[in-house]
């Protein structure tokens, strides 16, 4: 029989370099080095790196990181970027805060327009589109802005008083203001089923005529003062047109069931800085996307 070797005992071929001693399934491993290159780039982008710790922000701290002893920060790089934005636009903001709003148009003042509209457009997506949504057309409880029905106006004067002062809201005193009655303990059951059937009349809805035969004086009682006898509304007091088929929260009965008996109270904060310590835009930026809303479709 011939003597079989065991594989750790097996003499290694002249020219193999030394082994590390470790064997797998007889497989011995070879103590090849890294190229001297490889080495040389790997202690070089540590030496990289720890430079790189010592020059720049680097090291996460509890409430901040290392500052780097060259002082960097992309924040004040984007903080310098804008700023210098800003003084190149100071002159156009100036003239927006200047001139009538009315003369901010593609007519009499194109360039001025188109930046109005370009910077309003940037504003209402960052502050409003959250409620008004991204397209303006609103939600329920959040007015659509593209079509023609205005609670408080329409026109470019009246827009832009409801984004600097906003509605019913306690930061500023010349907020647009109104308070709808929640008729729940004033009128019965039957009086508020009657009134709901009356109002789907008045805008043209499915609706039980005798129901609204009965509700038309409880609507003149108790809701003309602000709706108007006719129910178109009165804008000086934010009363809703109840004649047409626009619904802030929902012309079908249970909406409207919920809204005699319990009101509706929807609040928007005040925007200008100038207006109050709570707005958040300037005069500029409020004239911009007053604009902006009004070139939507629905400004009158």
């Not at 029989?1 to 193999?16: F, V």
């Not at 156009?92 to 009315?102: C, F, H, K, S």
């Not at 009363?239 to 009965?253: K, Q, S």
Request: proline share 4%; with cysteine.
């Amino acid at each position: 029989m011939t003597e079989q070797k065991h594989p750790e005992e097996q003499i290694l071929m002249e020219g193999d370099p030394d082994t590390t001693g470790h064997v797998w399934d007889g497989i011995k491993e070879f103590n090849n080095p890294l190229p001297r290159w490889w080495l040389w780039t790997f202690y070089a982008t540590c030496a990289w790196g720890l430079i790189y710790t010592v020059l720049y922000p680097a090291w996460p701290l509890l409430s901040d990181s290392t500052a780097g002893v060259l002082g960097y920060s992309t924040r004040a790089e984007v903080a310098a970027d804008i700023a210098s934005f800003e003084e190149m636009n100071a002159p156009v903001r100036a003239q927006i805060e200047a001139v009538e709003l009315a003369a901010i148009n593609a007519d009499e003042n194109p360039d001025l327009y188109n930046y109005a509209i370009q910077g309003g457009a940037a504003i209402f997506r960052t502050w409003c589109a959250q409620c008004h949504g991204s397209g303006a057309a609103g939600a329920t409880g959040y007015p659509n802005l593209l079509d023609d029905d205005w609670l408080w106006g329409g026109s470019i004067d009246e827009i832009h008083y409801t984004i600097s002062h906003g509605i019913r809201n306690e930061d500023d005193f010349d907020a647009r203001y109104s308070e709808m009655t929640a008729f729940d303990e004033i009128l019965t059951d039957d009086e508020i089923g009657s009134v709901v059937q009356y109002v789907r009349n008045l805008s043209g809805q499915d609706h039980d005529a005798t129901l609204a035969t009965a509700g038309e004086q409880v609507f003149l009682d108790n809701c003309a003062s602000c709706h108007m006898d006719d129910g178109t509304g009165d804008r000086f007091l934010g009363a809703p047109n109840l004649t047409d088929a626009i619904w802030l929260y929902g012309g079908d009965e249970a909406s409207l069931e919920a809204t005699v008996r319990y009101a509706r109270f929807g609040v928007m904060p005040p925007w200008s800085a100038d207006a109050t310590e709570a707005g958040r835009l300037s005069e500029a930026e409020v004239r911009s996307v007053a604009v902006y809303v009004h070139s939507l479709g629905g400004g009158e």
